[in-house]
T-cell receptor
Framework: GENVEQHPSTLSVQEGDSAVIKCTYSDSASNYFPWYKQELGKGPQLIIDIRSNVGEKKDQRIAVTLNKTAKHFSLHITETQPEDSAVYFCAGGNTDKLIFGTGTRLQVFP | DTAVSQTPKYLVTQMGNDKSIKCEQNLGHDTMYWYKQDSKKFLKIMFSYNNKELIINETVPNRFSPKSPDKAHLNLHINSLELGDSAVYFC???????????FGQGTRLTVV
């Protein structure tokens, strides 16, 4: 069945450093790849998304890259801040369904 | 105004009981979902509804029965609760499956 793998499961960085989270997907029909941030006690919230007709997208300190051939996509956060600490989820899907990755707990130390 | 609201936020109940979680969205979205998040933070889709019709039922025990009285509401009823049902349940909505999903704040269900 469809699957989205996410690595690493935990990531600790110093404030100001960059953080990279990687995901791979199995369903070649997937055409939509969002990233969600979940803070403690809250629901996931979209931070950036990319579609299969685009290779890269950037929004201030956040960027996402997509390699359709290899079926993997990555989230890059530059100049990390303590408030970036949260659980991040990648997801992949199409008009039928969206499959979430297993999550990455990011900790940014001041 | 809260976009996706679900009640209650916390629910503690005994094994064998029947309980319901309510969800409402005021975004005018056509699609609504229920997700289950376990203690390891894995987020798994349970159900997806589009315009009040069931689209996805992901091998969820039939003790779980979603009900969508209208496009803006998707309630989750659980019969004969078991210890393994303890989790955080999230309601979400989106205009389409491959567009931004807005999540509620979650309902932490604890079965004792």
């Amino acid at each position: 069945g469809e699957n989205v793998e996410q690595h690493p499961s935990t990531l600790s960085v110093q404030e100001g450093d960059s953080a990279v989270i990687k995901c791979t997907y199995s369903d070649s029909a997937s055409n939509y790849f969002p990233w969600y941030k979940q803070e403690l006690g809250k629901g996931p919230q979209l931070i950036i998304d990319i579609r299969s007709n685009v290779g890269e997208k950037k929004d201030q300190r956040i960027a996402v890259t997509l390699n359709k051939t290899a079926k993997h996509f990555s989230l890059h956060i530059t100049e990390t801040q303590p408030e970036d600490s949260a659980v991040y989820f990648c997801a992949g899907g199409n008009t039928d369904k969206l499959i979430f990755g297993t999550g990455t707990r990011l900790q940014v130390f001041p | 105004d809260t976009a996706v609201s679900q009640t209650p936020k916390y629910l503690v109940t005994q094994m064998g009981n029947d309980k319901s979680i309510k969800c409402e969205q005021n975004l005018g979205h056509d699609t609504m979902y229920w997700y289950k998040q376990d203690s390891k933070k894995f987020l798994k889709i349970m159900f997806s509804y589009n315009n009040k019709e069931l689209i996805i039922n992901e091998t969820v025990p039939n003790r779980f029965s979603p009900k969508s009285p209208d496009k803006a509401h998707l309630n989750l009823h659980i019969n004969s609760l078991e210890l393994g049902d303890s989790a955080v349940y999230f309601c979400a909505s989106s205009q389409q499956t491959n567009t931004e999903a807005f999540f509620g704040q979650g309902t932490r269900l604890t079965v004792v």
